[in-house]
C-alpha cells in the first residue's frame, strides 16, 4: 500500500528544488534525479520525507519500507530527525515576531534492502516514535533515480473514505477551471490514484456567472448558484448541498479549498491514505493543510494556528522550509486549535442541522468553526500544505470590517472574550496602526465593525449581507497605474533605472528591529519633508517614513493606490476613535452576553435556510 510518493518540482506547480530534494541538486529534474559519482543526494525535505512521529501517533502503522526507482549502484543511509524550537514564530494581529530557535538531533536507522530489476526496497528495521525519517542517497558512479514510494503492507481494515472537494468561488473562472481540472484529472478520473471514483466535487458559484456546462457536465461536479454572502455562505452552502442534502453515497469527509490555491494532486493522495489508517480515535479530527506563499514558495505562512480573544499566533510563520532544521522543527507539536480553509479537511460526521459555520459573511469563518471543532484533535504534517497568494497590504478595506466584527462575535460565540481593558487597548492598536500608514478609509470600517457588533445580534439578523457588502466595497482604494501620476518606479537592483525613478521598498516586518514602530510614530509627528511618495509592495510594513505621501503598487496587477497624509482625516479618525472607546467601556460587557444568547440559532440549518434563501423542493 502506497501511503507516500516521492515527488520532484514541476513547472507550473514548484520549482523549488529544495523542497524536494537536499544536496547535489543540479541533476534534479521534473521526472528524475542523476548523480555522478559520490555526489548525495538527501530526502530530508518538506515534500520527501516522512513524517513517521505522526503516522505512528495517529494510525495502526507497524511496517514502512521505501520503493526506489533507481539505475546504477548507491550507498544508502536512513536517518530519524527530531526537530523542536525553543519559541514559536508567530504572527500576532498587528505585527510579526521572529523568535524561534530550532534544534535537531538525528539517528542512524538500520535498513535492510531487497534489490531487483530497475529498483530497490528499503526495509526500516525500527520505527521511530517522533520526528522525520528520510534517506541518504551516494552515488557509486553515474545514477538515476526515477521515482519511489514509502509503502506498507496491504490490510484490509482501511476505514471507508470519500471525499467531497468544497469549493466557494467568485467570479475567478479561469482559477477555478485549472484547479477543478487539475482534481479531475489527477484524481477522481486517475485510475492510478487511491481517489480514484471515490470523489465529488461541490461549488458554491457566489458571483452566479459559472456556465452550467463548465465541466461538460460531469457527474462528479456540482455547481450550485448561490448567493454573494462571502467565504462563510459559499463554504456553509457546499456543506449543506454535500453532506445535509446528500442523496448518494455519503461521503465521509469534506476538504475546503480555496479556488485560488496552487497544488500538487499528490497532497490530497496523502492525505486520502492517511484517512484510510486513522486510528478509531481520529476518525473525528481535522487534517489541515499549512499556507506556503505563492510568491516565495518555499516559505511557509502558517502551519496551524492557535486563537484566544485578540490574538492570533500563526505558527511557523516565515518559515524558509529548505532550511535543514526547518523541516524537523516544523513536526513539532504546537498548540493548534484551528486551521485555515485554504486547505481543510473535515468528517462529515461532525456537519449536522445544529452545528454549521457562523453566517459572518468572510474572516474569521474558518476560526470561528474549527476552534468549535478542535476538541477533536487537529493534524498537520510535513508533505500536506498548498501554496496562497499572499499580501499584507492587497486586503481591500473591506476586510477590516469583517476582521474587527468578526472577532469580536467569534469571542462571544466561544466563551473566550477579552477583557473590557484588552478591547481598549486592541482599538488603540488598530486606530494607530492605520491612522501611521495614511489608511484612513481602513479606520474607518474597522470602526464600523465594531460599532456593528455592539449594536448586538438582533441588528445583525436585520442586516442584508449583500447590500451591506456593497457598502463597504465602497470604502475600498481605486487602483490606478503609477504613470497616470506621474510616477516612474524602478526595482531596487535595477542598476540601469532612470535618475527620477523611484524604488518600489519590499521590507517586511520581520526584516525590521522590533522598535521600528515606536520610530514611526515620532517620525509621523515631525514634518515631512519629502514630497515624491515613498513606494511600497504588497508586503512592505506601509509606514511613510516622512514622507507625505504613499504609493501601494501591486506587483502582480502593475497598478496601485496613492495615500497620503491628512490632517482633517487623522482629527476624523481620533475623534470617531474616542467615541468608539467610550462604548466599548459602556457596552462591551453585554454584547458579549447577547451574541451568546442567539449563537446556538446562528449555527442551525434552518436559519442557513432562510440566511440563503434557499428554496426546498
Not at 473514505?161 to 466557494?168: E, Q, T, V, W, Y
Not at 480553509?341 to 460526521?349: M, N, Q, R, V
Request: a negative charge; glycine letters at 6%; proline letters at 4%.
Amino acid at each position: 500500500m502506497i501511503l507516500q510518493k516521492l515527488l520532484f518540482p514541476k513547472k507550473g506547480i514548484c520549482e523549488e528544488k529544495e523542497l524536494y530534494f537536499r544536496g547535489s541538486i543540479d541533476g534534479v529534474g521534473e521526472s528524475a534525479v542523476f548523480l555522478k559519482d559520490k555526489e548525495t543526494i538527501s530526502l530530508e525535505t518538506y515534500f520527501n520525507s516522512f513524517s513517521i512521529g505522526k503516522w505512528m501517533a495517529y494510525t495502526g502503522l507497524d511496517e514502512l519500507s521505501l520503493s526506489l526507482k533507481v539505475t546504477g549502484d548507491v550507498k544508502l543511509k536512513a536517518v530519524n530527525a527530531v526537530g523542536d524550537k525553543k519559541d514559536s514564530v508567530f504572527m500576532a494581529r498587528d505585527t510579526y515576531a521572529k523568535t524561534a530557535e530550532m534544534t535537531r538531533s538525528e539517528t542512524e536507522i538500520p535498513i535492510s534492502v531487497d534489490a531487483k530489476h530497475g529498483g530497490m526496497r528499503i526495509y526500516f528495521g525500527r520505527l521511530p516514535q517522533e520526528g522525520i525519517l528520510f534517506l541518504e542517497i551516494t552515488a557509486v558512479g553515474d545514477v538515476v533515480i526515477s521515482g519511489g514510494a514509502y509503502e506498507t503492507r496491504d490490510r484490509d481494515d482501511l476505514n471507508d473514505i470519500r471525499l467531497s472537494f468544497n469549493i466557494c468561488t467568485f467570479r475567478r473562472e479561469e482559477a477555478l477551471k485549472k484547479n477543478v481540472d487539475k482534481l479531475l484529472s489527477g484524481l477522481i478520473e486517475n485510475p492510478a490514484s487511491p481517489v480514484y471514483k471515490r470523489a465529488e466535487v461541490y461549488i458554491s458559484d457566489n458571483g452566479q456567472t459559472l456556465p452550467k456546462d463548465l465541466f461538460d457536465y460531469k457527474e462528479s461536479v456540482h455547481i450550485i448558484p448561490n448567493k454573494n454572502v462571502g467565504g462563510a455562505g459559499g463554504f456553509t452552502r457546499t456543506m449543506i448541498e454535500s453532506v445535509l442534502y446528500r442523496r448518494g453515497t455519503p461521503f465521509s469527509h469534506i476538504i475546503l479549498m480555496d479556488d485560488d490555491i496552487e497544488f500538487d494532486t499528490a497532497v490530497i493522495d496523502r492525505t486520502f491514505q492517511l484517512l484510510r489508517l486513522l486510528k478509531l480515535e481520529y476518525l473525528d479530527a481535522n487534517v489541515c493543510g499549512a499556507m506556503l506563499e505563492l510568491e516565495r514558495q518555499y516559505m511557509q505562512f502558517e502551519s496551524g494556528a492557535f486563537w484566544k480573544g485578540v490574538t492570533i499566533k500563526s505558527f511557523n510563520h516565515g518559515w524558509d522550509l529548505r532550511d535543514q532544521k526547518a523541516v524537523s522543527a516544523n513536526e513539532a507539536k504546537n498548540a493548534v486549535n484551528y486551521g485555515g480553509w485554504w486547505y481543510c479537511c473535515i468528517p462529515t460526521s461532525v456537519i449536522t442541522e445544529d452545528n454549521l459555520p457562523m453566517p459572518v459573511f468572510i474572516h474569521y469563518d474558518d476560526i470561528e468553526y474549527g476552534r468549535r471543532l478542535s476538541k477533536n484533535g487537529i493534524i498537520l504534517m510535513n508533505g500536506i500544505g498548498v501554496w496562497h497568494p499572499y499580501g499584507d497590504n492587497k486586503q481591500p478595506n473591506s476586510m477590516n470590517y469583517y476582521d474587527e466584527r468578526n472577532i469580536m462575535i467569534t469571542m462571544a460565540v466561544t466563551d473566550e472574550p477579552a477583557t473590557t481593558a484588552k478591547m481598549v487597548d486592541h482599538l488603540a492598536r488598530i486606530t494607530t496602526r492605520d491612522v501611521m500608514r495614511y489608511r484612513y478609509e481602513a479606520a474607518d470600517v474597522s470602526f464600523s465593525g465594531i460599532e456593528d457588533f455592539l449594536d448586538g445580534p438582533q441588528k445583525f439578523m436585520e442586516l442584508d449581507p449583500v447590500e451591506n457588502h456593497k457598502r463597504l466595497m465602497e470604502q475600498n482604494y481605486k487602483w490606478i497605474d503609477p504613470a497616470e501620476i506621474g510616477i516612474k518606479l524602478a526595482d531596487p537592483d535595477d542598476e540601469n533605472a532612470p535618475d527620477d525613478a523611484l524604488v518600489i521598498h519590499s521590507k517586511r516586518y520581520e526584516d525590521y528591529p522590533a522598535v521600528v514602530p515606536y520610530l514611526e510614530i515620532l517620525c509621523w509627528a515631525l514634518p515631512l519633508f519629502g514630497k515624491t511618495p515613498r513606494v511600497i509592495d504588497e508586503s512592505d510594513i506601509g509606514y511613510g517614513f516622512l514622507s507625505r505621501s504613499t504609493f501601494f503598487y501591486d506587483t502582480s496587477r502593475k497598478k496601485g493606490y496613492l495615500l497620503k497624509r491628512e490632517w482633517k482625516k487623522t482629527k476624523a479618525a481620533l475623534k470617531r476613535y474616542f467615541r468608539l472607546k467610550k462604548r466599548i467601556q459602556n457596552e462591551f460587557t453585554d454584547a458579549l452576553e447577547e451574541w451568546q444568547k442567539y449563537r446556538d440559532t446562528f449555527r442551525t440549518l434552518e436559519y442557513w435556510e432562510r440566511y440563503l434563501g434557499i428554496e426546498k423542493e
